[in-house]
Nanobody
Framework: EVQLVESGGGLVQAGGSLRLSCVASGFTFDGYGIGWFRQAPGKEREGISCINYSGDNTYYADPAKGRFTISIDNAKTTVYLQMNNLQPEDTAVYFC???????????????WGQGVQVTVSS
């Protein structure tokens, strides 16, 4: 059974940092697209960042560029999202996602974690 378990969320002041972690089980990262979505209150879910299993191909949505860094540890089947200079508009539930090699890629994921809350106060 594929499972994605996020951790590392919380409350932080504007300008602060958080690092989200996602531990995967039930599959290996080989060939998968892994990444992060978020959903702010009253808004649709949006893809924030993706990475391939070798870690040499990454994608960042405009809100994440220059502030967020995605990384992967295949040995630990863990993907991270380092978020710096957080702003109130980053407040959202953040979801770890994964898409198998036969799928349509990280931005159209098959598997979702349960989500973790990130709240940024002004």
């Amino acid at each position: 059974e594929v499972q994605l378990v996020e951790s590392g969320g919380g409350l932080v002041q504007a300008g602060g940092s958080l690092r989200l972690s996602c531990v995967a089980s039930g599959f290996t990262f080989d060939g998968y697209g892994i990444g992060w979505f978020r959903q702010a209150p009253g808004k649709e879910r949006e893809g924030i960042s993706c990475i391939n299993y070798s870690g040499d191909n990454t994608y960042y949505a405009d809100p994440a560029k220059g502030r967020f860094t995605i990384s992967i540890d295949n040995a630990k089947t863990t993907v991270y999202l380092q978020m710096n200079n957080l702003q109130p508009e980053d407040t959202a539930v953040y979801f770890c996602v994964a898409d198998p090699p036969s799928g349509n890629g990280c931005l159209f994921p098959t598997y979702w974690g349960q989500g973790v809350q990130v709240t940024v106060s002004s």
